[in-house]
């Protein structure tokens, strides 16, 4: 079970911080990522960090997202600064034991959370 939360409303400049609880599964192997759809458009990778820590991100969001996880507490956060309106979306947090599938859009889902950022 993944249970997202940290979504609202943010000014354009803002910051917002995403959690996502993950139980169920042995997370300290698995890998984690955020992805979101906005509406009227598909879905997207918006970040994904390994097993092991390492990152990746989205063109449109490196610089300003960082994706870090807690073992300890099987979380995964996505700090999220300096948002555009264009960040406005449901994030969804993503996880399974191969990256690849989570880069994929594939693995286990969480229900979403919402992201509004105001110009």
């Known amino acids: 079970q993944l249970q997202a939360s940290g979504g609202g409303l943010a000014q354009a400049g803002g910051s917002v911080r995403l959690s996502c609880a993950v139980s169920?599964?042995?997370?300290?192997?698995?890998?984690v990522g955020w992805h979101r759809q906005a509406p009227g458009n598909q879905r997207e990778l918006v970040a994904v960090?390994?097993?092991?820590?390492?990152?990746n991100y989205a063109d449109s969001v490196k610089g300003r997202f960082t994706i870090s996880r807690d073992n300890a507490k099987n979380t995964v956060y996505l700090q999220m600064n300096s948002l555009k309106p264009e960040d406005t979306a449901v994030y969804y947090c993503?996880?399974?034991?191969?990256?690849?599938?989570?880069?994929?859009?594939?693995?286990?889902w969480g229900q979403g959370t919402l992201v509004t950022v105001s110009s």
């Open positions: 960090i390994s097993r092991y820590g390492s990152t």
């Open positions: 169920g599964i042995i997370f300290s192997i698995n890998a």
């Open positions: 993503v996880t399974d034991p191969i990256y690849a599938t989570v880069v994929a859009g594939g693995g286990y």
